[in-house]
């Protein structure tokens, strides 16, 4: 069984804070991985992607991939309250089985 | 706009009576999905299609059926639904390998 394991939080930063997102799965043979936002009631949109290990930035956005140890990370620098919101790990394998992590429910606080 | 869509947006029916869940997409994407999403869980991974190739999951109850009849448009048949379907169902398109676009979902409920 393949799995994609979060931590469900919720976690909670100040305004302005770092928020760090951690997600591990379990399919050696996965090929690229994803960070979603969702709202309650919408669909998840993406926020990051990344195919190869080491780190990738977007704006306030990291990605940080190590598959030695099957571990996807994901930094927020200068969280906002519109960061708030259930962030969702998603693992592709070379099957196209896009997988996804419960996620982890994020609150900015001002 | 190149997009994915999905209809209805809300879906009302009654225990045991059939329901077919309807999505399209003008992205011309070869992969296309149908995920089930319960309230403040992971969306669980009910089929997908590499073109015209099924991949069922191995824990899909039965009860639900997908055709493909081309590549623009996908179906979510649900024969018997019963309260535990209640559910957004989220239709989603990718080239392989690559990023998810996902419509605005269907809500089911079951009454």
């Known amino acids: 069984q393949k799995e994609v394991e979060q931590n469900s939080g919720p976690l909670s930063v100040p305004e302005g804070a770092i928020a760090s997102l951690n997600c591990t799965y379990s399919d050696r043979g996965s090929q690229s991985f994803f960070w979603y936002r969702q709202y309650s009631g919408k669909s998840p949109e993406l926020i990051m992607f990344?195919?190869?290990?080491g780190d990738k930035e977007d704006g306030r956005f990291t990605a940080q991939l190590n598959k030695a140890s099957q571990y996807v990370s994901l930094l927020i620098r200068d969280s906002q309250p519109s960061d708030s919101a259930t962030y969702l790990c998603a693992v592709n394998s070379d099957n196209n089985d896009m997988r996804f992590g419960a996620g982890t429910r994020l609150t900015v606080k001002p | 706009d190149a997009m994915v869509i999905q209809n209805p947006r809300y879906q009302v029916t009654q225990f045991g009576k059939p329901v077919t869940l309807s999505c399209s997409q003008t992205l011309n994407h070869n992969v296309m999905y149908w995920y089930q999403q319960k309230s403040s869980q992971a969306p669980k991974l009910l089929f997908h299609y590499y073109d015209k190739d099924f991949n069922n999951e191995a824990d899909t109850p039965d009860n639900f059926q997908s055709r493909r009849p081309n590549t623009s448009f996908c179906f979510l048949d649900i024969r018997s639904p019963g309260l535990g379907d209640a559910a957004m169902y989220l239709c989603?398109?990718?080239?392989?390998?690559?990023?998810?676009?996902f419509g605005s979902g269907t809500q089911l409920s079951v009454l």
């Open positions: 989603a398109t990718s080239l392989r390998w690559e990023k998810l676009f």
């Open positions: 990344i195919y190869s290990n």
